[in-house]
């Protein structure tokens, strides 16, 4: 098994030391963690089951995360929490096999598997996130809970529409002003 090695600022940092010292083909699980995080405004949580194995240039991590995203419906801002389920497949290299933004194994041999699996959830995200069951469609003209073709504002002049929408209803003319 490999330990956990927390750091400030890190989501779930594990020492790779024990698996680095074994040959090529060497595979570790790494213990079930969960991550959670904001982003973007949306509350992201999710459990991995992993696993790392010794590659030539350093460590192959890998496995299925599951969590979900919370946020508001795109179309009535209720609040909303959608299921995501993926996986990751990474290779973190030994500093000097690494070349541009490759992944690099960290201090004390340690990588922040937190934060690979918090993008592996970020990647598959929701881009839009709706009601289930879904919300009524809401009017693009009125806002009402109709669809925009069904809407009774629609065979009007749009401009008067929001003309009478800035007129006093009868009855409460002039009882503000003056
Ligand atoms: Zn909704
Ligand atoms: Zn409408």
């Known amino acids: 098994m490999i330990p956990a090695s927390p750091e400030e600022a890190d989501l779930h940092r594990v020492d790779l030391s ?9 595979v570790a699980p790494i213990p079930p963690f969960e991550v959670a995080a904001e ?3 949306e509350h992201f949580v999710g459990g991995a089951a992993l696993q790392a194995g010794r590659t030539n240039r350093g460590v192959r991590i890998w496995g299925a995360v599951r969590g979900s995203q919370a946020g508001l419906c795109a179309r009535c801002l ?11 497949d990474e290779e973190a290299v030994d500093e000097r096999h690494a070349e541009g933004e490759a992944l690099r194994i960290g201090s004390g041999n ?3 598997v937190g934060r690979l699996a918090l993008d592996a959830l970020d990647l ?5 996130l709706r009601c289930d069951p879904p919300c009524p469609e809401r009017c693009g003209a009125c806002g009402g809970e109709h669809p925009l073709e069904a809407c009774p504002q629609r065979d009007g002049d749009p401009r008067l529409a929001g003309l009478a929408a800035l007129l006093p209803k009868q009855g409460d003319a002039g009882g503000e002003i003056g």
Do not use: K
């Open 124 to 128: 598959a995200r929701h881009l839009i």
């Open 39 to 41: 982003l973007d405004d």
């Open 110 to 112: 340690s990588v922040d």
């Open 18 to 26: 024990p698996l680095l010292a074994e040959g090529g083909g060497a």
């Open 78 to 88: 209720a609040p909303v929490t959608a299921a995501i389920v993926t996986s990751l």
